[in-house]
């Protein structure tokens, strides 16, 4: 059967046709599905492995200093005395490697 598709005739466009699509998904995977698989990874990785004293910011934008880490979430520390508690996946970024780079 596969024989007969990729039979290449004048006529016969499925050949082109067949190459196109496996094309188009491949380029798909490497350019869009691929990175991101690769970030969330990373992600995962950041989240277990933070430790107190860095300078974090969460997915709202709250930027504040980790207090404690436990197994599903953490303290931070936003103000001379409020420290709120999250959940380790509202953590997006770490901002003490930012910090030093920039100065």
């Known amino acids: 059967m596969l024989a007969f598709v990729l039979q290449a005739t004048p006529g016969n466009p499925i050949p082109f046709n067949l190459i196109f699509m496996v094309a188009i998904i491949a380029v798909m995977y490497f350019f869009f599905m691929r990175p991101q698989m690769k970030k969330q990874k990373e992600q995962e990785a950041f989240q277990t492995n933070m430790k107190s004293g860095?300078?974090?910011?969460?997915?709202?934008?709250?930027?504040?200093?980790?207090?404690?880490?436990?197994d599903d979430h953490v303290v931070l520390i936003i103000g001379d005395k409020t420290k709120i508690k999250l959940l380790k996946s509202a953590i997006s970024k770490e901002l003490t490697e930012m910090r030093t780079k920039v100065s």
């Not at 300078?55 to 930027?63: A, D, H, L, Q, R």
């Open 54 to 70: 860095a300078e974090v910011v969460t997915t709202s934008g709250i930027i504040g200093k980790v207090s404690s880490v436990a």
